[in-house]
């Protein structure tokens, strides 16, 4: 059975960082799709970034762009999302996720395991 394990959340002064890391067992990062969606209450649960382990293309929310890094480690199939300058709308509780092999990285949308979520709360 696949299993995921994120990990890393806390709370954090606006400008700050974080990383988070997901831990996956049952699962090979190579030639799959990983991502990480978040969810605040209120509000529509969305995709952050995603990475196809294949070839290390990566997806990201515009609100995201050039703050966020989406990396991988697959000799110990753990995932990672590097969180810098944060600010307070990123506040929420963040999933890892991951499509069955096979599908597509190419939308939100294909995402069928689910990690337990880690909280991030930035303060202004």
């Known amino acids: 059975q696949v299993q995921l394990v994120d990990s890393g959340g806390g709370s954090v002064q606006a400008g700050g960082s974080l990383r988070l890391s997901c831990a996956a067992s049952?699962?090979?990062?190579?030639?799959?799709?990983m991502g990480w969606f978040r969810q605040a209450p209120g509000k529509e649960r969305e995709g952050v970034a995603r990475?196809?382990?294949?070839?290390?293309?990566?997806y990201y929310a515009d609100s995201v762009k050039g703050r966020f890094t989406i990396s991988q480690d697959n000799a110990k199939n753990t995932l990672y999302l590097q969180m810098n300058s944060l600010k307070p709308e990123d506040t929420a509780m963040y999933y890892c996720?991951?499509?069955?092999?096979?599908?597509?990285?190419?939308?939100?949308?294909?995402?069928?395991?689910w990690g337990q979520g880690t909280q991030v709360t930035v303060s202004s």
């Open positions: 996720a991951a499509v069955r092999p096979g599908r597509s990285c190419g939308s939100w949308d294909s995402f069928a395991y």
């Open positions: 049952g699962y090979t990062y190579s030639k799959n799709c």
């Open positions: 990475r196809y382990t294949g070839d290390g293309r990566t």
